[in-house]
């Protein structure tokens, strides 16, 4: 920009110079008023040769530079040459003139001219003024001749060029300086800027630790430390927003309920772990899905339907693996102005609480049912005796004594009840005590034996059993309540023997691993069908139900012994296939002592 104003105002100011040093020029090389009225003069008079001399002093005397190196003619109006101030030239005078340009202006009465010519040969310009000379008389004018002036221009350009040749240096040092100053200026300028361009590309980056050098109070400054206070800010806003986004994440991870977000076309954007695990999908590939298609809903819902009336929704992922009962509850993501951007689900697993309620619900079924029956007997039959019966020696005795046995079950089964109640609770307290488990295992053989021996006596029984024992010789301590183990023993002795066949073997073992203790009570029985091997331990529940209400079982002789056997640390579990008998397995935590320790003495 420097260097084309220069140019502008060179060009500019070379032709100015021109132009007034010309017109400077010209006004020098004129003739005076005077010397024209006398050359006017000269020409008039009839006598040539003296007027021919006049004329020459007259030309001799005019005020011409003499840098200028003019040639004067005078030339009358027939076309001779009357005089020149060129002394070595003198012998034109009273030749013909050959210039066009004066013949033109004696012949056709113009007004005069001036031109500037080239000449080749000498390599100069030269300007050619030709004056016409008019002599007035009586009110007229008469051309007499003209005054022919030519002059060279060679001073007038050279000062020119001297002036244009000062001009460029000064040009030049001007340009030179002005790029050194804006090299200087533009470094001052460029260096704080391409420091802020970096620091704002490292900030970009995630990168706040670098400082913008503050050089001085101007705008430059105020901006570099603007962008320092940016930088600090940003970071503070990043570690906030990282914080607050870790906490999200940690929060979300640890739930445990789903939880999916979605963007306004309901694709979801955020999905937690928890919700993958309950829904069975990649965290990758579920972004961008439809949640319609995450949950399976496509079917029964659109997206208007849950953005319109977001609600509660149950949704069953039961397999024949596990049981899945998801609870959805939709709401929607709005901002301040009510725009709706997306979709929130959280989703609770519901399957226990569900569970919970189908065996409430199937408990005070169980219950209702259970107590109705032996209350409709005992009904009946007292009815019956209320009606005469009681009179009759033979039939009361009957009544009364089926009466008392249904009276006497209803109060098994509220014991039993009670007892789970407060195990469920938690208000069932065990007496733990060191017990020798073989010396207690059999202790508990040996009072069935001694029954099956009393009925085989007394024929008290159609069919006949054994008892085979299988024991380890060592001694297994295990601490345990005695009379809540004795409890599940003879539920689990009690029926193997209803479901063993005549002359059947109930096998006992007692073994021990590098930590448990296993019992086992096998018989060969009917066996359990494979479908209800896994709710045998449930509450009520009878695999052969006619076959055990009539021989006075309640249903929760097993479901007392599951809740006692894991309230020791141990396991129960059954093992069974149908036609081939079952066995019960008991699993107790052991842990084995050395012989000849004292088991009594504390430390």
Same mark, same amino acid.
């Given at each position: 920009?420097?260097?084309?104003?220069?140019?502008?105002?060179g060009?500019?100011?070379?032709?100015?110079?021109? #132009?007034q040093?010309?017109?400077?020029?010209?006004?020098q090389?004129?003739?005076?008023?005077?010397?024209? #009225?006398?050359?006017?003069?000269?020409l008039?008079?009839?006598?040539?040769a003296?007027?021919?001399?006049?004329i020459?002093?007259?030309?001799? &005397?005019?005020n011409?530079?003499?840098?200028a190196?003019?040639?004067?003619r005078?030339i009358?109006s027939k076309g001779?040459?009357?005089?020149?101030?060129?002394?070595n030239n003198?012998?034109?005078?009273?030749?013909k003139t050959?210039?066009d340009?004066?013949? *033109?202006?004696?012949?056709?009465?113009?007004?005069?001219?001036? @031109?500037?010519?080239?000449?080749?040969?000498?390599n100069?310009?030269?300007?050619?003024k030709?004056t016409p000379l008019? *002599?007035?008389?009586s009110g007229?004018?008469t051309?007499?001749g003209v005054?022919y002036?030519?002059?060279?221009?060679?001073?007038?350009?050279?000062?020119?060029?001297?002036? @244009?040749g000062i001009?460029?240096?000064?040009?030049v040092?001007?340009?030179?300086?002005?790029?050194?100053?804006?090299?200087v200026?533009? /470094?001052?300028?460029?260096v704080?800027?391409t420091?802020?361009?970096?620091? +704002?590309?490292?900030?970009?980056?995630g990168?706040?630790?670098g400082?913008?050098?503050?050089?001085?109070?101007d705008?430059?400054?105020?901006?570099a430390?603007?962008?320092?206070n940016?930088?600090?800010?940003?970071?503070?806003?990043?570690?906030? +927003?990282?914080?607050?986004?870790? /906490?999200?994440n940690?929060v979300?991870a640890? $739930?445990?309920?789903?939880?999916?977000?979605t963007?306004?076309r309901?694709?979801v954007t955020?999905?937690?772990?928890t919700?993958?695990?309950?829904? &069975?999908v990649d965290?990758?590939q579920a972004?961008?899905?439809?949640?319609?298609?995450?949950l399976?809903?496509?079917?029964?819902y659109?997206? /208007?339907?849950?953005?319109?009336?977001?609600?509660e929704?149950?949704l069953?992922?039961?397999?024949?693996?596990?049981?899945?009962?998801?609870?959805?509850?939709?709401?929607?993501?709005? /901002?301040?102005?009510?725009?709706?951007?997306?979709?929130?689900?959280?989703?609770?697993?519901?399957?226990?609480?569900q569970?919970?309620?189908?065996?409430?619900k199937?408990?005070?079924s169980?219950?209702?049912?259970?107590?109705?029956?032996?209350l409709?007997?005992v009904?009946?039959?007292? %009815?019956?005796l209320?009606?005469?019966?009681?009179?009759?020696p033979?039939?009361?005795? *009957?009544f009364?004594?089926?009466?008392?046995?249904?009276?006497?079950?209803?109060?098994? $089964?509220?014991?039993?009840?009670?007892?789970?109640?407060? $195990?469920?609770s938690?208000t069932?307290?065990?007496?733990?005590?060191?017990?020798?488990?073989?010396?207690?295992?059999n202790y508990?053989?040996n009072?069935f034996?001694?029954?099956?021996?009393?009925? %085989?006596?007394?024929?008290r029984s159609?069919?006949?059993?054994?008892?085979k024992? %299988?024991? @380890?010789?060592?001694?297994?301590?295990? %601490?345990?309540?005695t009379?809540?183990? +004795?409890?599940? =023993? &003879?539920n689990i $002795?009690?029926?193997?023997?209803?479901?063993?066949?005549d002359?059947g073997?109930? +096998?006992?073992?007692?073994i021990?691993?590098h930590?448990?203790?296993?019992m086992?009570?096998?018989?060969?029985g009917?066996?359990?069908p494979?479908?209800?091997?896994p709710?045998?331990?449930?509450?009520?529940?009878?695999?052969d139900k006619?076959?055990s209400?009539?021989?006075?079982?309640?249903?929760?002789g =097993?479901?007392?012994?599951?809740?006692?056997?894991?309230s020791l640390?141990g396991?129960?579990?059954?093992?069974?296939?149908?036609?081939?008998?079952?066995t019960?397995?008991?699993?107790?935590p052991?842990?084995?002592y050395?012989e000849?320790e004292?088991?009594?003495?504390?430390?």
């Amino acid at each position: 920009m420097l260097i084309i104003t220069l140019e502008i105002v060179g060009a500019v100011f070379v032709q100015q110079l021109e #132009t007034q040093n010309l017109r400077q020029f010209k006004n020098q090389i004129s003739l005076q008023r005077y010397v024209s #009225t006398n050359l006017t003069s000269q020409l008039s008079r009839s006598d040539s040769a003296a007027a021919n001399k006049q004329i020459r002093i007259l030309l001799s &005397d005019a005020n011409i530079p003499s840098t200028a190196n003019a040639q004067i003619r005078v030339i009358d109006s027939k076309g001779t040459i009357r005089g020149t101030n060129e002394a070595n030239n003198q012998q034109i005078v009273g030749q013909k003139t050959t210039d066009d340009t004066v013949k *033109k202006v004696i012949y056709n009465n113009s007004a005069g001219s001036e @031109t500037t010519t080239f000449d080749a040969s000498a390599n100069q310009y030269y300007y050619i003024k030709v004056t016409p000379l008019i *002599k007035q008389s009586s009110g007229s004018s008469t051309p007499v001749g003209v005054v022919y002036i030519r002059a060279s221009l060679e001073s007038v350009y050279d000062s020119i060029s001297k002036v @244009t040749g000062i001009y460029l240096v000064a040009a030049v040092v001007a340009v030179g300086l002005g790029l050194v100053l804006s090299i200087v200026i533009s /470094r001052a300028i460029t260096v704080p800027i391409t420091e802020m361009k970096e620091q +704002t590309q490292r900030i970009a980056r995630g990168d706040y630790s670098g400082q913008v050098e503050i050089y001085g109070n101007d705008e430059l400054g105020q901006l570099a430390s603007a962008v320092n206070n940016l930088s600090v800010r940003v970071e503070e806003a990043q570690e906030s +927003t990282e914080s607050e986004r870790r /906490r999200l994440n940690s929060v979300m991870a640890h $739930m445990t309920d789903g939880v999916i977000a979605t963007d306004r076309r309901g694709n979801v954007t955020i999905i937690n772990e928890t919700a993958v695990e309950f829904l &069975d999908v990649d965290s990758d590939q579920a972004i961008g899905q439809s949640i319609l298609d995450i949950l399976n809903i496509r079917k029964r819902y659109t997206l /208007r339907d849950l953005l319109e009336d977001p609600d509660e929704i149950m949704l069953d992922f039961s397999s024949d693996d596990h049981d899945l009962i998801l609870q959805a509850y939709f709401s929607l993501i709005q /901002r301040e102005s009510g725009f709706i951007s997306g979709l929130a689900c959280v989703l609770h697993d519901v399957t226990e609480q569900q569970k919970i309620d189908q065996d409430r619900k199937q408990f005070v079924s169980n219950v209702s049912h259970e107590l109705r029956t032996p209350l409709t007997s005992v009904r009946s039959y007292i %009815e019956a005796l209320s009606d005469g019966a009681w009179q009759d020696p033979e039939i009361a005795p *009957k009544f009364l004594k089926v009466t008392q046995e249904e009276t006497d079950r209803m109060i098994r $089964m509220i014991n039993d009840l009670l007892t789970l109640s407060r $195990m469920d609770s938690g208000t069932q307290k065990l007496n733990l005590e060191l017990v020798n488990l073989n010396e207690l295992f059999n202790y508990v053989l040996n009072r069935f034996d001694m029954i099956i021996d009393s009925n %085989e006596q007394n024929d008290r029984s159609d069919k006949h059993y054994s008892i085979k024992r %299988e024991f @380890t010789k060592r001694d297994l301590w295990v %601490e345990i309540d005695t009379d809540r183990f +004795t409890q599940v =023993l &003879d539920n689990i $002795m009690n029926n193997a023997i209803k479901y063993s066949p005549d002359g059947g073997v109930i +096998t006992c073992r007692l073994i021990e691993t590098h930590n448990n203790v296993i019992m086992s009570i096998a018989d060969q029985g009917l066996g359990i069908p494979r479908a209800d091997i896994p709710h045998v331990f449930d509450r009520f529940y009878r695999v052969d139900k006619a076959r055990s209400r009539a021989q006075g079982g309640t249903g929760l002789g =097993l479901a007392i012994s599951k809740e006692v056997i894991q309230s020791l640390g141990g396991k129960i579990w059954v093992e069974s296939r149908e036609g081939h008998g079952s066995t019960f397995y008991i699993s107790l935590p052991y842990e084995p002592y050395d012989e000849g320790e004292d088991l009594w003495d504390e430390a």
